[in-house]
Structures are given as structure tokens and as C-alpha cells.
């Protein structure tokens, strides 16, 4: 029995025909003298006592079980070539070969199955056919030889090919003159080897060729480097004039001198005037002033942080930084010079998700709990443990209520006892990211192929905006557009009251972590995977920059007045400010 045949019984084999030690029907039967037991030959390679009675077995006294034998080869099976695997377990194959048969019969059947696999005769690489299909095949195989290659020919094709090619065969038995075959045949591979020479002369020209240009490329970009060197050097001293002016004119109407950002003992410098009081954002109008061209640019590095920034939090010149450190970092937004002046800590793991109302902070994440601070005091006021059964991925508030997301799930909590008030279970895989109607009376939640829309007063469904994009990694919400961030690179804008599809804005390169419009909607700032923060104009639906400062994913955005900062993986949390470009 070939031990690659797959065999299925019709029934299967009553206990006496199956061997003791691998407990299947036996392969090869042989009796061990000494104890009169029956077992495959193969379980026997390594067997020194019998397992049933424990006596000796010598190896070289076992003698085949021809009763064994015999009953085996009457058992009925599956023909091998009408089965195939499924799920692990082989099945009768529609399409194979349905014939039964006593064991003892396969190899004579496999000498007529018309389902055996074959290979063609005339090239392996035609691949395997059925018996009953070959001969179809030959009728039809570009590779069939003359008849003649076995005294030189090389001709192939389809047979009606072969058949016209045979009759002026020159390699053909009946063809009078050899001396004439020969000569053709040099002919022929003087002729190759003509063609061949000639394609080598042409490569070698052409080898010629491309060396020459080369060198001439090789030259231009050693030119081109010389001029962007000298490019660079005279950029780079504008700059630093430019740079110098900035700090002077600004230490002049604020403070006098220049102050430094520094934390975890690294130092950028930063003109005071960016925050000073009578610039101060916190005297910013509602709505931001930006007027095209406009761009921003990195003033500064926030460090302190031991792990990556998952979430930034701005309230009243404050910023609250968290993440994978479980550390909660307090910053004064108009003197960012002190840097960070407070650490809360409590939270047993990392960071997600963080949101202020009523005079106090909110955060959560990895360790399940739902903490409530005090402001003032930094201190923990409530602590509600195993508020979910997975991480906390986002949180908001409105009013009195607490909303908090996790897999398939959003929790509402009063906002001041941190009792739980209500669920909305059944939701699409994760909800990563939510958002906030501009009035806040709908608040969006973004799952799998799918963003619903909810009452926050009765938390009742009020809509759905089913879509392809996958996971939601973040949501936002203007008077005009609800703007979805997916993992699969892309920022799609929908109709905020039709719910359909306006565009996609397209230009990372990694999942969208984050979205942050500008107060009037008129712009967007999106932070991605890719390590770039992309502004876009959502007018003409544009980017206008983009801002490539980290070294890791940037997870989260917060903007404040003209200040936009990024928190990234790579642990940092980088400052921008608006500046108006000249005309």
C-alpha cells in the first residue's frame, strides 16, 4: 500500500482490525511471536515490550498477520481520486471518481481510473490532468515535438502545426540526402549565431552608451549638490537673521529678554512675544483670523513625558498631557518657558483619553478605570474601577454627562457622582473616537463601517451614516461636515445634514489619530501614523502644509488660539503658532 494514497473506508473498520498502538486500521500487519498481538510494522520500529501484556518484542522475530491481511483487503473504500480535504478531514469529491471498491483491488483499479492525475508527456509544465482529460489536451498542446526530434529536429507547436512541418522535415528517415540534412542544419545554426552576435554587438553599444551617460549625470548631480550646499549655507544664515530679528523685536515689546522652554534638561528657544500678555490666546476672539497665505511653525518642544502622548486636553491657558507613562502633566500655555509645573498621578497604566468640564479633569484607559480631578488641587475625587471591560479608547462631556467608549460600547455617567446612567451596547467593533454636534445635542460615535449619531438627552439613535472605511480612529463635527479619520489612510467628509458622502481627502500615510477644525470650520488639522500633522483648507477642500517635526506617530492633536500643539509617540509634545505669510 503506497503510503501517499489517501484512504477512506465506506465503513469504518470494527476494532479487531485496528492496530493498538496508533489505533488505526492496521497498514502492514505483523504478529509479535513472543506474545501473539498484532500490530502495524511500522509501530513496531521502536517497540522493545508489547504494550498490552508487556513482553519482550524483538523486532526480528515479527511475522505478517496474513488473516489480518486478508479481512483488510475485503474492506471497502472510497476510490482515492474522488476524494478531496475540507476542513481537515478528506470528503467525497462531486467531481472525482465515485467508484467503491475492496482494498485489495486498488492497484488494479488505479491502472483504469480514468481520474488518476497525469502529467503531459509533451512538457511537465502543462501541469496535471485528469486521465479521462489527457487525451483532449494532446489535441490541443502547443508543445507536441516532430516526430523527427529524436535524430535533431526541435520543431513544437499544436498538432495540425506538427503535421505540416513534417512533410518538409529535413531530420525526417525518408529524406534522401543526409549530406543536404546537415548541411541545412549548420545553416540553421549559423544563422542563430549570426543573430545572436549581433544582439551582443548591439548590448555592448548600448553598454557604451549608457556608461557615457552616467558620467554625464554623475557630473550634473555633483554640480546640483555644489549648488544646493551653497543654497543651503545662505539659507540657513537668512534664517537665523530672520530668527534673531523675530527675538529682538519681540523681547523689545514684551519682557526685554528671551525665554527658554526646558524640560527633562533640553533647552529650544522661544520668544517670549509668542506668549505675552498682550498676545496672549486666551484674549483670542472665538473664531480664529487666519488670513490666506498663513502658516505655522514649530517654536518650541514640550519633554517630560517617559513613554509615548496618547491625549492633550486645554483648559483656560492650561494643558494636560497624558499617556503610555501614566502620568497626567500640567502646563501654563502663556508661560510654557516654566515648563511643566504639575504631575498627577494615580492611573496604574497608560493613558487614552482625557476631558474637562465642571471645573474638573476626566481621564481614563488601560487599567478600566474612570477618574475624576480636581483642578485646583490635583488631586483624584473619584475613582470608579473596571468601568469597562476593555480599554477606554474615548471620552466627552456635556451637561451633566459623562460619555465613555470602549469595544462595542458606550457608557453615560453622571458627571458629578460618576454613577452609571445609562448604555448603548451592539456597536461595530471598537468605538475609538466620538464627537460632539456643534450645539452638542447629537454625539457621534465612530465604529466599523459605520458612525452613529445619538441624542445626548435621551441617548435615543437618531442616524447612521453607514460606510467602507473601516475602523474610525477619529471623528469631527463643523456646521457643515462630519469628518471621519479611518485606518486606511484617508479623511472623509460627509454632509452634516444629508449624511452623504462630499469627499476624501487624501495625503497621509498611516491611520488618522486625530482631527481638530478650527473654530469656523473653515480649516481642519489632521495627525497621523506618517509622523506629519496636514492642514487643510475645507473650503476648496486643500492641504495648505504640512507639519514634519516628530519621529514617531502623531496620536493626538489640541488647538488653542494660534497655538497648535501635537502629541507624538516619539514622546514629545511639539508647539506651533500661526504666522502670516507675506503676499
Known sequence: MDDDITLKFVEEPINHLRCPICEKCYQEPVINISCGHTFCKRCTNT?????????????GKLVVNRLVVGQIDELFIYCPFGLILQNDEWVVDPSGCPDKFPLGSLDQHKSQCQFVPVVCPNNGGCGMFK???????LEQCSHTKCPNYSTGCEFHGIPSAVSNHVADCIFASNFNNADTALKAKTQMLEKSNLNLQKEVNFLKEKIVS????????????????????????????????VEQSMVNRSSRRSFGSQSQIETSGSTRRLSSASYSPTSSPTNYPKLENWMMPFQFKCIGTLRGHQDVV???????????????????????????????????????????????????????????????????????????????????????IHDDHLFTSSFS??????????????????????VR?????????????????????????????????????GSIYSLAVTKQ???????????????????EEIIKLEGHFGAITSLVPSPSGKFLFSGSHDHNVQMW????????????????????LALYGNILLSGSEDHEIKVYRYFQSPV
Open 47 to 59: 517497540l522493545q515490550t508489547c504494550p498490552i501484556d508487556s513482553l519482550p518484542c524483538d523486532i
Open 131 to 137: 486521465s479521462q482529460d489527457l487525451k483532449g489536451h
Open 210 to 241: 549608457l556608461e557615457s551617460s552616467r558620467n554625464e549625470i554623475s557630473s550634473q548631480l555633483n554640480t546640483c549638490i555644489g549648488s544646493i550646499n551653497s543654497l543651503q549655507q545662505k539659507f540657513d544664515i537668512l534664517h537665523s537673521m
Open 310 to 396: 496618547w491625549c492633550l486636553t486645554v483648559h483656560h491657558g492650561k494643558l494636560f498631557s497624558a499617556g503610555s507613562d501614566s502620568i497626567i502633566k500640567v502646563w501654563d500655555l502663556d508661560s510654557l518657558a516654566k515648563g511643566c509645573y504639575q504631575n498627577m498621578q494615580g492611573h496604574k497604566k497608560m493613558i487614552h483619553c482625557s476631558c474637562i468640564g465642571g471645573g474638573n479633569l476626566y481621564t481614563a484607559g488601560d487599567d478600566l478605570s474612570v477618574r475624576q480631578w480636581d483642578l485646583q488641587t490635583g488631586t483624584a475625587t473619584h475613582v470608579i474601577e473596571n468601568a469597562h471591560d476593555n480599554t477606554i479608547c474615548s471620552m466627552l
Open 409 to 430: 460600547l458606550i457608557k453615560v455617567w453622571n458627571r458629578t457622582s460618576l454613577t452609571l446612567k445609562h448604555s448603548i451596547s451592539g456597536l461595530h467593533h471598537w
Open 433 to 469: 473616537a466620538m464627537a460632539f454636534s456643534p450645539k452638542k445635542q447629537w454625539l457621534y460615535s465612530g465604529s466599523h463601517n459605520a458612525i452613529n449619531i445619538w441624542d445626548t438627552s435621551t441617548f435615543e439613535t437618531v442616524g447612521t451614516i453607514e460606510h467602507n472605511l
Open 481 to 499: 461636515y462630519v469628518i471621519a479619520g479611518s485606518y486606511n489612510q484617508n479623511i472623509q467628509l460627509f454632509d452634516v445634514k444629508t449624511n
Open 537 to 556: 483648507n475645507l473650503e476648496n477642500h486643500l492641504p495648505i502644509q504640512t507639519l514634519s517635526r516628530h519621529q514617531g506617530s502623531v496620536n493626538t
